[in-house]
């Protein structure tokens, strides 16, 4: 009985082999998001990585300060179920306002299309984003495709602790 092996892992049969299978961390099918630490103008801000690079193509530093962490962790819930989504779905969420009287932040989250490539004859093909936008006094916002939204996901832990290192409470 003849058993392929991993051209990479050689001691690996490729039916148990991550690598072969697609399913090993920090591939383009099944990605490592991190956080990374550092200051703009003085101020803490933390930028998002997929596999120790950018997080889309389209943006090559997706990182944010302090309030927008804390409207990111508020609306944790929401982020985590546009990815989940499809795009037919995420065309019908519902637009919400969230609380945070912890934060004292109100964040209205809904869905707008943004452009995500055009076609070979120039028409442009629009994609669903989320976009969360800081009520008054607040004027931050941020707009997120279901990729951004999965990263913050599966980053969550390392969110809430660099915004308990900033002084505030999870």
Not at 3 to 17: D, F, G, V
Not at 66 to 93: G, I, N
Request: hydrophobic letters at 35%.
């Amino acid at each position: 009985m003849n058993q392929e092996r991993c051209p990479k892992n050689p001691s690996m049969l490729k039916a148990y082999c991550a690598h072969c299978q697609g399913t090993e961390r920090g591939t383009a099918q099944n990605p490592r998001f991190s956080l990374k630490e550092g200051t703009y103008c003085g101020y803490p801000v933390i930028e998002v990585l997929k596999n120790g690079g950018q997080v889309t193509i389209s943006d090559s530093h997706f990182r944010f300060g302090v309030r927008k962490a804390e409207m990111l962790a508020a609306s944790m819930a929401l982020l985590r179920a546009f990815w989940r989504s499809t795009d037919a779905e995420r065309l019908h969420f519902k637009p919400q306002i969230i609380e945070s009287r912890l934060r004292n932040l109100r964040i209205n989250v809904f869905v707008e299309m943004h452009p995500d490539f055009e076609l070979s004859d120039g028409r442009p093909i629009d994609r669903p984003w989320l976009r969360l936008q800081a009520l008054p006094p607040d004027k931050d916002h941020i707009g997120l495709g279901a990729t951004k939204c999965r990263a913050i996901c599966e980053v969550e832990v390392e969110l809430r602790r660099w915004l308990q290192k900033q002084g505030l409470p999870d």
